[in-house]
């Protein structure tokens, strides 16, 4: 079955960085849009990024939320299966549980997936 585990969430200040890593398993990664979202207390889930698969080509697209663009920059290694979010500059309203996801329909990369990870929180001290 398809697995996806997040790591890579801690205790930082504002202006740190943090790494976020998700592998994937039992999918063809290299097919499937991966995406980050994330959940603060009291508030909806929300998309963070997206990378849009490559299918074998070198081509691919990302997608950011208006909030992290410039901040926020999400990668993937298909030979590791393993989607990656880099984040910089945090700010206390980061501060959340990031859920890697993935589906398989390239459309709408906002919405629509398919397969959730169980979470990583990030807090963000200012």
């Known amino acids: 079955q398809v697995q996806l585990v997040e790591s890579g969430g801690g205790l930082v200040q504002a202006g740190d960085s943090l790494r976020l890593s998700c592998a994937a398993s039992?999918?063809?990664?290299?097919?499937?849009?991966m995406g980050w979202f994330r959940q603060a207390p009291g508030k909806e889930r929300e998309f963070v990024a997206a990378?849009?698969?490559?299918?074998?080509?070198?081509?691919?697209?990302?997608y950011y939320a208006n909030s992290v663009e410039g901040r926020f920059a999400i990668s993937r290694d298909n030979a590791k299966n393993t989607v990656y979010l880099q984040m910089n500059s945090l700010k206390p309203e980061d501060t959340a549980v990031y859920y890697c996801a993935a589906k398989n329909t390239p459309a709408k990369v906002t919405l629509g997936y398919d397969y959730w990870g169980q979470g990583t929180q990030v807090t963000v001290s200012s």
């Open positions: 039992g999918l063809t990664f290299s097919m499937y849009v």
């Open positions: 990378f849009t698969p490559s299918g074998g080509t070198t081509y691919y697209s990302t």
